[in-house]
């Protein structure tokens, strides 16, 4: 190794690193998520409105027929982005598991929990995310669909906890 490689490798790394949180955070209900799952190529696709489980899980609902359901299987290991208003700016890593298929009520939805493992915080002293990614509710069936999906997953959190 060159002389000074390891030194400039070594804090190379530490200002790459992020600060940690212990417990995940409250966001807002219409928070839009990124999953992250691989194959092993990263694919990320967006996900309505994550439920907070406890201080260290996410419980989500995936259309059953998406390709992310089919990789997290195979590969567990995920990654859940979180920007949410009241500076909510997050990436969640763990493991996921099927915990419902199909998810009661919605028989093309999966119930999804991410146990997570680690919390990246990616909150910055100098921004500060005043709102998540919004969306337009152009079909009002989807929106009560998607509540009651939200619904189930909220009283099998409960159950779990």
Not at 104 to 119: E, M, N
Not at 120 to 131: E, K
């Amino acid at each position: 190794m060159v002389a000074g490689a390891r030194e400039r490798q070594e804090s190379s790394t530490e200002q790459s690193e992020h600060p940690e949180l212990d417990v995940l955070p409250e966001w807002p209900l219409d928070t839009i998520a990124v999953l992250v799952t691989t194959d092993p190529a990263p694919h990320a696709i967006p996900v309505s409105w994550p439920v907070r489980a406890g201080d260290r899980r996410i419980l989500l609902s995936l259309k059953s027929d998406r390709g992310s359901l089919a990789r997290l299987r195979e590969r567990p290991e995920v990654a859940l982005l979180i920007l949410g208003g009241g500076n909510v700016a997050l990436c969640a890593r763990g493991r996921a598991r099927v915990i419902a298929d199909p998810l009661p009520g919605a028989d093309d939805y999966v119930g999804i929990a991410l146990d997570v493992d680690v919390i990246d915080d990616h909150r910055q002293s100098a921004f500060a995310v005043a709102g998540g990614i919004q969306r337009t509710v152009l079909d009002d069936s989807e929106l009560r669909y998607l509540e009651s999906r939200v619904a189930t997953l909220r009283r099998l959190a409960e159950n779990q906890n």
